[in-house]
C-alpha cells in the first residue's frame, strides 16, 4: 500500500489550492479514505473523510464550508479541493488510508497560507 500525496505549495489568505493523493496496492474505493493535517507545535487531526458506504462526506467544523473532498475511482486518487483558505490552514496536510484494520498513511505535503 503507497499513498503519495502532491499539489501543496504557498498560498495567499483567501486563495485556493488542490491537493491530490494517488493510491497503488489497492483499491480506494474499497476502503475509508481521509484527508489530516498537522500544524506545527499541534497533533494530527482528521479534517475530511469520504466513505464507500455511500453516505456523504464528512468535515471538521473548521473547515466545513470551504473544503471538498472527492475521489476518482478510475484514477485511484483522492482529491482535497481548498478554498477560502486562512493562515490557520498552515500544516502538512495528509492522506490516510483505513483499510481492513489498518491504517495507512502517506508522506504528507506542506500548505502554508501567508501573505
Known sequence: VQLVESGGGLVQPGGSLSLSC???????????????????????????????????????????GRFTISRDDARNTMYLQMNSLKSDDTAVYYCRADLHGRVYWGRGTQVTVSS
Open 22 to 64: 494517488a493510491a497503488s496496492g489497492f483499491t480506494i474505493s474499497s476502503g475509508l479514505m481521509s484527508w489530516a493535517r498537522q500544524a506545527p507545535g499541534k497533533g494530527r487531526e482528521v479534517v475530511a473523510t469520504i466513505t464507500n458506504t455511500g453516505t456523504g462526506p464528512l468535515y471538521t467544523r473548521s473547515v466545513k
